[in-house]
């Protein structure tokens, strides 16, 4: 029933791809709406156990191609399709080209599907470029601007896809076959450099849609150039699937892992994630910021996963079962939480014509549903408690914790330094959404009878709704993933990880709470912060009894503005832009237009900025490299008719040597 399910939601992707084609908007969201859902529905009766191999009627590169969803790649689908659902349905904004939006989303959702069930390298790579290309798609079906941010963007996942395509052809030249099944068999008898080799460039290839370093910055540009709906598809749904082929590829394709592999792949997860943070917290629009906090987390994953394989080397296989299961939880509230910011992005594009971080008063005329939606979303992603956020870092850090059962030091050393990093990160993240929330939707701008974002209201209120409930039913939704941990690691991991409601770090052994290492409830604390609640409630019926007295605030002795008054996003984090300076290298310019003599000024333009770390010393050379050879290569094209066909005379002459050796 399931394997249905997946192929009718399939089909209506593919339906949505030819209509668009032919330009035919003959109900294009609902059609994408349809394909999530029965997607969704799918990912729910296919857990805890997965879909079976399907043999499809096609063959690439001389291999049949199969067809499976496995339990960990239906979860990371189910969780990442629900906010897309709203993302292409309710709350989609006006588009400049709804056909073009239409053919993107079906593109990269197809294409996120192919990747998380594919089992052969051709069918696999294309899947990949499909969720590329679907992602140009509905940025520029949007985008006003220049295409640039576009173009930067798919030179630097093509760049990926190059890097993908040589780690497979090893593989595949050995196995004889790009089956990924035969993968493992020979990957086991490689050297350790070879293997080395391999874990950097599988590492790299996938990261560049993860948003590892160096490629996170493309992310900034192009999601600041499109809606929050397709921020949703591409950090909910296109980023759960790469994560999914990135923990396939070397958890699957290269067992029995060292140790080396495990540390170079947490501390390029453990800086990305302080790096994309950093960047996050000086971000002035909700798309870019929130895109900088969808890499932080794709990063705290890959650190979980560095932790498993580490764990995995050193032959503690349940506490490797325990860090992946953990990356799992972790991107699942992720996709959740970050969807619905998104669309609260939106909300406020709505209500103030920008996407700028700063007083909208979008809080004060709109409905409860909308601010507390994001407020939720808000807690998990600064991981605050009782948020999804909060539980899935927690057994990050329980996870990196356990490093005292590794026996060699430098292993030991690693997982020390990564906790070190990720609290760093956390404490950022908790500043940059307290940035967000507190001056992006509770800053008042004076105006009012402004726009009131109805649909996005209803999507935000659903989908954190979503959000609290997968936190609240912790418990139970752990289990779903108790097939795939035993496929992988032959251990019931999420028997260990709870008591009753109560959840605690598995070590491998059934544990009780009061002899954990540590242990917490969401469920339980659900219940008890209303009681909680009680005294302040009462203080608050109290204090309505009592007269309010009201007085203005200081104001440098001058009449008080409280617009003007008010901290921008700028002031928030110019703290911090000055403590890390040498990380940011900040700049500002000030500008000013004069009329007639310098003394009166009829503008002035204030401008600041950051400085990227791999533009100017990495992606900038690499730039000029490719315009210099471009530039010489062009001198062919002379436009001399003698001149081509003396190389096309030149050319048959060297088809005709090599034949004759």
């Not at 890097?163 to 090893?170: K, N």
């Not at 019931?492 to 491998?508: D, K, Q, S």
Request: glycine share 10%; net charge positive; charged share 10%.
């Amino acid at each position: 029933m399931a394997n249905l399910l997946v192929g009718a939601g399939a089909a209506c992707w593919l339906v949505v791809v030819a209509l668009a084609f032919l330009r035919l908007k003959l109900a294009l969201g609902t059609l994408l709406c349809l394909g999530c859902l029965l997607t969704i529905a799918a990912a729910l009766s296919g857990l805890p156990d997965g879909l079976d191999n399907v043999a499809l009627p096609v063959g690439m590169a001389g291999e049949a191609v199969n067809f499976q969803l496995k339990p960990e790649a239906l979860w990371l689908l189910g969780f990442g399709l629900f906010p897309a659902l709203f993302a292409c349905g309710l709350a989609a904004p006006r588009k400049r080209s709804e056909a073009g939006w239409a053919l993107g989303a079906a593109l990269s959702l197809l294409g996120a599907l192919g990747v998380s069930g594919f089992s052969e390298g051709a069918a696999f790579l294309i899947a990949w470029e499909a969720m590329s290309f679907g992602g140009a798609a509905m940025i520029l079906s949007e985008n006003q601007g220049s295409g640039r941010p576009v173009l930067f963007m798919l030179a630097l996942l093509e760049t990926g896809l190059i890097l993908l395509l040589l780690a497979i052809l090893v593989l595949g030249g050995l196995a004889s076959g790009l089956d990924f099944g035969r993968f493992p068999s020979v990957a086991q008898d490689l050297s350790a450099h070879w293997r080395f080799a391999l874990t950097m460039l599988l590492l790299l290839g996938f990261g560049a849609k993860l948003g590892l370093l160096p490629f996170y910055e493309w992310y900034p540009g192009a999601y600041a150039s499109a809606s929050g709906a397709t921020g949703v598809i591409m950090s909910g749904v296109v980023l759960n699937a790469a994560y999914f082929a990135l923990s396939q590829s070397l958890v699957e394709w290269l067992p029995h892992p060292n140790s080396g592999q495990g540390i170079i792949i947490v501390a390029w997860g453990t800086l990305t994630a302080v790096l994309a943070i950093l960047y996050a917290f000086q971000q002035e629009d909700w798309r870019a910021l929130l895109s900088f906090s969808s890499v932080e987390n794709a990063a705290i994953a890959v650190v979980c996963l560095g932790t498993s394989i580490l764990f995995r080397a050193g032959g503690q296989t349940a506490l490797a079962s325990l860090a992946w299961t953990v990356a799992l939880i972790h991107l699942a509230g992720h996709s959740l939480a970050k969807g619905t910011m998104f669309l609260v992005a939106d909300a406020v594009y709505r209500h103030d014509g920008s996407y700028l971080v700063r007083q909208s008063g979008l809080l004060k005329g709109s409905a409860w549903p909308l601010g507390a939606g994001a407020l939720i979303a808000a807690m998990s992603l600064s991981a605050m408690p009782p948020q999804a956020g909060f539980v899935s870092e927690w057994y990050v850090f329980q996870s990196i914790f356990q490093g005292f059962h590794l026996g060699s030091l430098s292993d030991r050393l690693t997982l020390a330094i990564a906790g070190a990093g990720l609290a760093l990160s956390v404490a950022v993240a908790f500043a940059t959404f307290v940035k967000v929330f507190g001056i992006g939707l509770l800053g008042h701008n004076g105006r009012t009878g402004a726009i009131k974002p109805v649909r996005e209201t209803i999507a935000v209120g659903l989908i954190a709704l979503g959000l609290l409930l997968f936190v609240i039913g912790m418990p139970l939704w752990i289990q779903a993933l108790d097939q795939a941990t035993y496929q992988q690691f032959a251990v019931h991991t999420p028997a260990e990880m709870r008591v009753g409601l109560i959840l605690v770090p598995g070590t491998g052994t059934p544990i009780a709470p009061d002899r954990s290492f540590a242990f917490i409830s969401p469920t339980l604390l659900f219940v008890a912060f209303p009681c909680l609640a009680i005294v302040p409630a009462a203080l608050l019926v109290f204090l309505k009894r009592q007269p309010i007295r009201r007085a203005p605030v200081w104001y440098g002795g001058g009449r008080q503005d409280p617009v003007k008054s008010t901290t921008t996003a700028l002031a928030f984090s110019n703290a911090l832009r000055v403590f890390y300076a040498f990380v940011y290298r900040p700049t500002s310019t000030m500008a000013r237009e004069t009329v007639g003599n310098r003394y009166v000024v009829r503008r002035l333009t204030f401008n600041h900025m950051v400085a990227p770390i791999f533009g100017p010393y990495l992606f900038a050379p690499a730039v000029r490299i490719v315009r210099r050879i471009a530039d010489r290569i062009a001198r062919l094209q002379s436009g001399h008719l003698n001149f081509y066909l003396a190389l096309i005379g030149g050319l048959l002459v060297l088809i005709l040597a090599l034949v004759l050796v």
